[in-house]
């Protein structure tokens, strides 16, 4: 009865190591690895030929063997492979053969291509040439086989393999085949086209060539197709199953106790402002929510945008003195570059032995105030939370990496981003938020400076290189991202711009608390005078904000001694306000945009039966009222189909009188409410007029609706 072994060759516990020893752990397979904690003599086999150092372990290993007919030796390297099958199915396989060794099969001759033509000629759609990866066959003929001539460390063990397989009569003699169909070898190395993913009836996702239809055992990361076999990796040998999700990511994970936080680990969490990045201030309140002891974090930051030192300024002085384990500020005044302030924050990590460093670039919002604690409990070395900005493509992660090193999108990327398909996923480049353990800061090498790339490229491309894996976690909803493109900070109030950029951002910020209640129909809107509704729609933020873009911008039209208005299609008002136009100060697309979004739904409960989208408006503009300057408004039909009348300030407190009058109704709304919207018909029933500001000033913001 044969009895199957597999052999390994690794001498560092790599990230690729561990994922190997799983994946035969997972098929309950024997196996026996070579070399562990040895210095590797094979030379540097990524970037040239070598290895003969793992035939002259293997020659050690199988002496043991030699004589044993029953035993069949499963060879395979150790670091870029993945095995998906249990013994049975891979004897049965070999069986298939009736051969004593076979090899496994790519499509490239190497390292010496002047050999092609020694081959013998395969089908058009399998593989000619000898892969030494991976190879199966009797102990005793493997052993009897490697023996026949020597091998020096630095040779190559490929050519060794590949020459022995050219020499007819020692093929002959041994009975070697190549698994040119990949029936249990699938060389990935120009083949990563020809190979897809399925499940299994039990939910076992295995590998299938679409080739040769076959379904093989054993993946081979060779070459240039390491990232490929991580993507791979995501899913085979049980790290997903259609049947229990994922299974992997519930593996070596840690529990923190929420009753006995002083035990939690110490974090250095960095926070890097590298460019003008909209809704800061919430991005600092969310930082401060995280459910983690402040007095296990300590916080640096590196500030390189000179328009964001106050926020910045007001959280450091918050926190200053308390709660905080330290917290450290790099200004625009210390002129360090973004590469040198993530060094620091590698350096600080490391200086204060910390357990993690948390990297948190101004473009993140932590919604989930758990964050932090979810991260560390997964306990992977590097571990990015999968982010995404609302509505688009862009997230923190990449499914791929194209040749040259630049954004490749990988098949599963939107199922990552979006959350279809949960996991933690080995990715090959996370960024804007990761967290790293400091064990494993110290075995990296730290690398940020390179005149090409990103830093944070460059720092998880040299990571990468030396074999770690990073991780993406989708597992739980972290939070999103901020997009900071074209954010304006010469605005005085740049994120009141931001309606399409961020939009849920700028909705937190900028529409009324109150508002959803009554868009859902749970809240109905008040009736102060007949058809006349009125329900809360902007925030004090926005109310205010409105006022000071309008009091920066200052020009203020005449009002009612100047009929003639150049600002309108027309030039004429008939009953003229004191106003600023939102064209003047470049608000008309965002006021439409805010229209359409927000005031239409309601509309359409309110008239019903009138619909008109998007809703057209050309007049948008903020009244000012005074007792000194306009101080009320003749009674007037609107330019409308129907009007919308924004209350920007409190009556009674920053004025005195002001209100509506309905004259038809004779009904006045007096007690205005800041940020409430009135609406109402335009042009035949609504005769209405503005009361008479006594005192202080009286700010409201109109739109006429549909002219
Ligand atoms: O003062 C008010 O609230 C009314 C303003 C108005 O009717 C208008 O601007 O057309
Ligand atoms: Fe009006």
């Given at each position: ?134 190879f199966i066959g009797y102990a005793s003929d493997i052993y009897e086989l490697i023996t026949r001539e020597p091998i020096k460390d630095e040779d ?552």
């Amino acid at each position: 009865q044969e009895s199957l072994l597999v052999v390994g060759v690794a001498t560092d516990e790599t990230d690729g190591y561990k994922r190997y020893v799983r994946s035969l752990k997972q098929n309950g397979l024997e196996y026996e690895i070579l070399g562990l904690g040895e210095e590797w003599k094979g030379g540097d086999i990524k970037r040239q030929a070598g290895g003969g150092h793992k035939v002259n372990l293997l020659i050690n290993s199988l002496e043991k063997y030699k004589n044993d007919e029953n035993k069949v030796i499963l060879f395979t390297d150790s670091y870029d492979v993945i095995v998906n099958d249990n013994s049975e199915k891979i004897l049965s396989k070999f069986k298939e053969f009736s051969s004593k060794i076979v090899f496994g099969a790519e499509g490239f001759c190497w390292p010496d291509e002047t050999l092609v033509d020694s081959y013998p000629v395969v089908a058009d759609n399998e593989k000619r040439f000898l892969n030494s990866g991976g190879f199966i066959g009797y102990a005793s003929d493997i052993y009897e086989l490697i023996t026949r001539e020597p091998i020096k460390d630095e040779d190559d063990d490929q050519l060794f393999y590949t020459k022995m397989f050219l020499n007819i009569p020692t093929r002959e003699k041994f009975n070697i085949r190549l698994d040119t169909k990949s029936e249990i070898f699938q060389n990935l190395n120009g083949a990563v086209q020809e190979v897809s993913i399925f499940a299994d009836e039990n939910g076992k996702i295995e590998l299938f060539n679409n080739v040769t239809k076959t379904v093989p055992s054993v993946v081979h990361g060779n070459g240039a197709a390491k990232l490929d076999l991580n993507r791979l990796g995501n899913y085979l040998a049980n790290s997903y199953s259609n049947n229990d999700g994922c299974v992997s990511c519930k593996e070596d994970t840690i529990q923190l106790n929420e009753e006995d936080k002083n035990q939690w680990p110490e974090v250095t969490l960095a926070i890097f402002i590298e460019q003008p990045t909209p809704f800061l201030r919430e991005f600092f309140q969310k930082i401060t929510k995280l459910n983690y002891p402040k007095n296990k974090i300590s916080v640096l930051i590196h500030n390189n945008e000179k328009y964001h030192n106050l926020e910045v300024e007001k959280f450091f002085t918050n926190h200053e003195s308390s709660s905080y384990a330290s917290i450290k500020y790099l200004t625009v005044t210390d002129d360090s570059s973004e590469q040198e302030a993530r060094r620091s924050a590698v350096e600080e990590c490391l200086k204060s032995d910390c357990k993690f460093l948390f990297s948190v670039d101004s473009t993140v919002h932590f919604d989930n105030s758990d964050a932090l604690k979810l991260l560390i409990e997964q306990n992977r070395s590097i571990l990015a939370p999968v982010m995404k900005r609302p509505g688009g493509s862009w997230s923190n992660v990449w499914g791929a990496v194209s040749s040259q090193g630049f954004y490749k999108r990988s098949d599963d990327y939107f199922d990552i981003i979006d959350g279809n398909i949960l996991n933690v996923w080995n990715l090959p480049y996370v960024s804007e938020a990761f967290l790293i353990k400091g064990e494993v800061l110290k075995k990296i090498p730290v690398e940020f400076n390179d005149e090409t790339m990103d830093p944070t490229i460059k720092f998880f491309t040299t990571i990468r290189n030396n074999d770690f894996f990073m991780y993406g976690t989708n597992l739980h909803e972290f939070g999103h991202l901020i997009n900071p493109d074209g954010f304006n900070t010469s605005k005085i109030r740049p994120e009141l711009f931001e309606i399409f950029n961020n939009f849920e951002d700028w909705t937190k910020r900028y529409v009324h608390p109150e508002y959803n209640d009554y868009a859902s129909g749970k809240v109905k809107p008040q009736v102060p005078c007949p058809d006349v509704y009125w329900f809360p729609i902007i925030s004090d933020e926005f109310c205010e904000d409105l006022i000071t873009m309008m009091e920066d911008f200052g020009q203020w039209s005449g009002g009612r001694n100047n009929k003639e208005d150049s600002r309108i299609p027309g030039g004429y008002e008939n009953v003229p306000t004191v106003d600023i136009h939102m064209t003047q100060v470049g608000y008309q697309q965002h006021w439409l945009h805010f229209l359409r979004k927000f005031v239409q739904p309601m509309q359409q409960k309110i008239f019903i039966g009138y619909y008109s989208d998007p809703p057209r408006a050309d007049l948008n503009f903020v009244v000012r009222y005074r007792p000194d300057e306009q101080d009320h408004l003749t009674p007037h039909h609107d330019a409308s189909m129907y009007t919308m009348n924004i209350a920007l300030n409190i009556p009674d407190v920053d004025f005195q009188g002001g209100g509506v009058r309905f004259v038809r109704y004779d009904c006045s709304v007096t007690q205005t409410i800041k940020g409430w919207a009135m609406i109402h018909p335009g042009r035949l029933t609504h005769y209405h007029e503005g009361l008479k500001v006594k005192g202080g000033t009286r700010y409201i913001m109109v739109s006429f609706i549909d002219p």
